[in-house]
């Protein structure tokens, strides 16, 4: 104590004898300066994010203002917004654009046959079995029913639970049936969202308020595999989380658990596994990273949106997984969509949670407004109790025996695909697909050369980037007779002809996947994704006559 005290006290007469010839506003502005500098040092070495990355992106968006690239920058997005504009004029083949409210209302039989006209725009022929995911199950049987289903149940609202407790309870149902599933446990829960992405952003918002509440983390972030979706960057957007993203064992295409440990800090707030992924549709190894969890105390994200209705079933078909759900210890939470695998319409899916505790930080609830007290369980308030019901109607309708038939043919299908894939000169295989996807890739040519030789003949697959990459999705659709076969035809013969000259670069819109991967300033590839949204919501330019205003 007294080495302290003494050179606590040398330490005080120094900075007292170099400053004694100070005014008192110059040791104010120099304790000032001194406290502010300290705080922005501190901040900037504290962020998550790391001081690389961060003066990478500081060095492109300087060098943007410079007038000769800004200007450079400008011709070339203008270049391309035009292209995405007359691709979305292309896409409505000769379709008149409705930008005013018609005088008098349009009937019924004109409603329905713009709508029949709308419906068979675009050239590729999903219901013969031709695309990538997108539709995973398609019967006009089922459709029948869920039309019917969607709308009875159409002007429902489970906001409004005492004016629709049925709605609620089928929710309840469709959560419950899930859960059991997945071998939750008795406090196992969830609820139903809009979609995966939503699933993923109830999942961090939950874990950043537990996270907040229990352990005071201010600047939370995820560790997560840089394969893992998207939607949890939407969600590290939305809610300011820092996304963390570990590499993949290149040999088996999972994570890599050993770096995923190295980057764990004590503002780590959930960890993610996938149940495949999307790009390659292999499967982390779940038991590895609950260890990790448990070993450190974090929350495990399961994200199973993808193939959540196909991996709880393969047991059953005769494929047996690792294991991937509630059974594993650790994993405290579970994604899946209902409207993939599960065949359920569009716009539903469950996220599921091991305890009540963290869904509960799900919820979003307001005290005092003077409305009311208001409490929803996701990101909507008014929600559709149409797509509840018609989910909870496909469930019960397919029912155990449904599913495992319908992932048995699926599952066989994926692998008679795969099969084919890995016998083909010039391509190979990512990984061990686990389910339903499966990618390849090329050390000889240029994998989008493929992509677009395939497009061009109907097929609509997944382009993948770092590296260049092309995947299948396969689904029921794909299971149909003859499908799978024609699709390996044809990318036999497609392969010949690109392997004729395989060092030829790709040509047309798929030569932009490439270059989006070769600029370093990933804000550009940004811009254009922005221009090509912009271009989904194309209406004809309007131009003002007499006074009002007339589409052109």
């Known amino acids: 104590m007294d080495l302290v005290r003494d050179t606590g006290k040398l330490v005080a007469d120094r900075v007292n004898f170099a400053l004694q010839s100070r005014e008192p506003w110059q040791i104010v502005v120099i304790t000032t300066t001194t406290v502010l500098s300290g705080v922005w040092l501190y901040e900037f070495f504290s962020q998550e994010e790391g001081i690389v990355s961060r003066s990478k992106k500081h060095f492109f968006k300087m060098a943007r203002k410079l007038p000769f690239v800004k200007a450079q920058i400008t011709e070339e ?29 349009f009937s019924d039989q004109e409603i329905l046959s713009l709508v029949d006209s709308h419906l068979q725009l675009g050239h590729y022929k999903w219901k013969e079995g031709r695309v990538s995911g997108a539709v995973y199950y398609f019967d006009p049987a089922l ?42 446990g008795p406090e196992s829960c969830g609820t139903m969202t809009t979609g995966g992405t939503e699933s993923l952003i109830m999942a961090c918002k939950a874990y950043r308020d537990y996270a907040r509440e229990e352990k005071g983390i201010s600047q939370p972030n995820i560790v997560m595999p840089v394969t893992a979706h998207s939607g949890f960057d939407k969600a590290a957007q939305y809610l300011k989380l820092h996304v963390k993203t570990v590499p993949l064992d290149r040999s088996t295409m999972a994570v890599n658990i050993q770096k995923m440990e190295a980057a764990i800090t004590s503002n780590t707030i ?22 990790l969890g448990m070993k450190y105390n974090i929350p495990v994200h399961v994200d199973a949106c993808l193939g959540g209705f196909v991996i709880i079933f393969m047991k059953r078909a005769g494929y047996p997984l690792p294991p991937f759900d509630f059974r594993v210890k650790g994993v405290t939470s579970i994604s899946a969509d ?9 716009g539903s899916s469950v996220i599921l949670y091991s305890e009540k505790k963290y869904r509960r930080h799900q919820f979003t609830v307001t005290t005092d407004w003077p409305g009311g007290v ?51 000169e010039g391509i190979y295989v990512y990984g061990q697909p686990a389910t339903s996807v499966i ?40 299971t149909r007779e003859g499908v799978a076969d024609k699709f390996l035809q044809d990318m036999r013969e497609q ?17 932009i996947y490439g270059v989006a991967q070769s600029l370093p300033d990933r804000s550009l590839v940004g811009d254009f994704t922005r ?3 912009d271009a989904m919501y194309y209406t004809p330019p309007e131009e003002r006559k007499n006074g009002s205003l007339e589409g052109k």
């Not at 959930?270 to 260890?291: F, K």
């Not at 240029?446 to 396969?474: E, M, T």
Request: proline share 5%; hydrophobic share 40%; net charge neutral.
């Open 77 to 105: 997005l203008n270049k391309r917004a035009k292209e995405f504009e007359d691709s979305a004029i292309k896409q409505s083949e000769g379709l008149s654009y409705i930008t005013h409210m018609p005088e008098m209302g």
């Open 143 to 184: 459709v029948s029913l869920t039309q019917t289903v969607y709308g009875r149940a159409s002007y429902t609202n489970p906001l409004h639970a005492d004016i629709f407790p049925g709605v609620c309870k089928m929710e309840a149902e469709v959560v419950r049936m899930t859960a059991n599933l997945f071998h939750g």
């Open 270 to 291: 959930m960890l993610v596994g996938s149940a495949p992924n999307y790009p390659y549709g292999t499967m982390d190894d779940i038991e590895a990273i609950a260890r």
């Open 338 to 346: 209902t409207h993939k695998y599960g065949f359920a319409p569009k």
């Open 374 to 424: 208001y409490g929803s369980p996701s990101v909507n308030g008014s929600r559709a109790g149409g797509v509840i019901a018609a989910t909870w109607a496909t469930l019960v309708r397919f029912g155990l025996d449904g599913y495992t038939e319908a992932t048995k043919r699926i599952v066989d299908t994926a692998k008679y695909i795969e099969r084919g894939l890995r016998t083909m």
């Open 439 to 478: 990618a390849f890739g090329s050390h000889v040519f240029d994998i989008y050369r493929l992509s677009d030789a395939l497009s061009k003949l109907g097929w609509n697959l997944n382009n993948l980037q770092f590296p260049p990459g092309v995947h299948i999705c396969v689904t029921f659709m794909h």
């Open 495 to 511: 392969l010949v002809e690109i392997l004729k000259d395989p060092g030829r670069p790709v040509e047309g819109k798929m030569a």
């Open 531 to 533: 221009l090509w949204l």
